[in-house]
């Protein structure tokens, strides 16, 4: 390798370490003087460029103190976890050997650990272990693949060639979803053109959960989702008394478990019973798990209906239909799945246990605590979501900027049955119990000034 070329990726990690080494360190949330430093960037397209050392210096000194310490131990906003080591190590390496991940052709060894990486996650989630796994971007992205899978194979059950006819007088694929449903899962059945008025809203219950004695009507042109893991409550689906009653009707029923799926792999897995039953779930890597941005998974118990609606082959590149290039929405791809198995292989059984386990004990730990400073706590707290309320509306937003705008923790805003309230995601492998004292002792204090 070129000294120079050596000189610089050495740098990139010395700077890469030194900013890990900060992160229990750092503000949480950026403070405005590193904000507005950013404009520093709005320079023209320059005609000869900088030296890469010089990319590299801008990118850390204007870059590092502008970013929202995410990977940090008290970042409490909305489920995205830290990065493992491991999974960052790897992802390390895995941009140095920069492969094309499409198939068995442009990476041998990206689809080798990708297949076992695909065994392990249905292992370790409790799914169906012939179930096809789609290593995609996003939850969002990969909702979108697996409801095209649905999408295609009702249709197909009922005489029509989507491949080749399409939606344009094609039977009309009813879809219930939850009052609760992610807005990405309505992003990827709006991007499918499964039009908003058309969508069967299921009623839910005091917790977030679908209602199953208000379910609307299913049938064979159905498609149901349901959740594992509702945003703001962390509530699951009825899953054992829904799915059975789905499938009996020939409905397909996928579930977003964008996060929530990961308790399958806890001392709670009983939340998600007969979640296994559905036909497709999304979850990402990228929340629970602790790999790095971005990482998700489309899992489809019937591998050949994810692999035709996914299907890229053409006359130059031909591959297995388990290749990833035919289970996602890329040709081109980033070996994303490598971090998922180095996560896995790292954690082993019981240390992804132990690390859902600690975030479900903490969250509960911090529920009870704020019920005692005298704080709503407006859900059963069961999994790793607090969803809180202050003693009024004004009081609720004051205390959320406050504890944003103090830079030790972050946290967001929702709305909960109409009324404001934050939430509090607990994800990091890196949040210790002394950094959930930490959050504790802030929030009390706010709340008695
Ligand atoms: C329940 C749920 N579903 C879907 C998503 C979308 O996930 P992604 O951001 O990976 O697209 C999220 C997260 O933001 C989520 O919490």
Known sequence: MPTEERALLVDADRRAIAYNDSLAQRRVYPNESAIAALTNFDTPLPETGQAATQVLHSLDELGSPA?????????????????????????????AWDQCASSFDGSPIADKLEKVAACWVCEALGLPNKSAVGFGTSATACTLACLSAARRTLLARQGWDFDQDGLIGAPEIRVVISETAHITVKKALRVLGFGMRRLQLAPIDEHGRIDPARLPKLDERTLLILQAGEVNTGEF???????????????????????????????????????????????DGHKWLNTPYDSAMAICRDGDALAAAMNSDAAYAMASKDSQKNLTLEFSRRARGVAIWAALANLGRAGLRDMIDQHIRQAGHLAAELRNGGYQVLNRVRLNQVLVRADSDEQTAAILKAAQDSGEVWFGATIWQ???????????????DADIEVLIALLLRLKNT
């Open 418 to 432: 109409g009324r404001p309230a934050f939430r509090l995601s607990v994800s990091s492998w890196r949040t210790t």
């Open 237 to 283: 689906d009825r899953f054992a008394e829904l799915i059975p009653k789905a499938r009996a009707a020939g409905a397909w029923v996928h579930v977003d478990g964008a996060f929530g799926l990961w308790a399958r792999a806890s001392s709670s897995a009983g939340l998600a019973d007969g979640v296994e039953l559905a036909d497709s779930w999304t979850t």
């Open 67 to 95: 970013t929202v310490t995410s990977n940090g131990p008290r970042y409490f906003g909305f489920v995205i976890g830290a990065t493992l080591p491991a999974a960052a190590a790897a992802e390390r390496l895995v941009l």
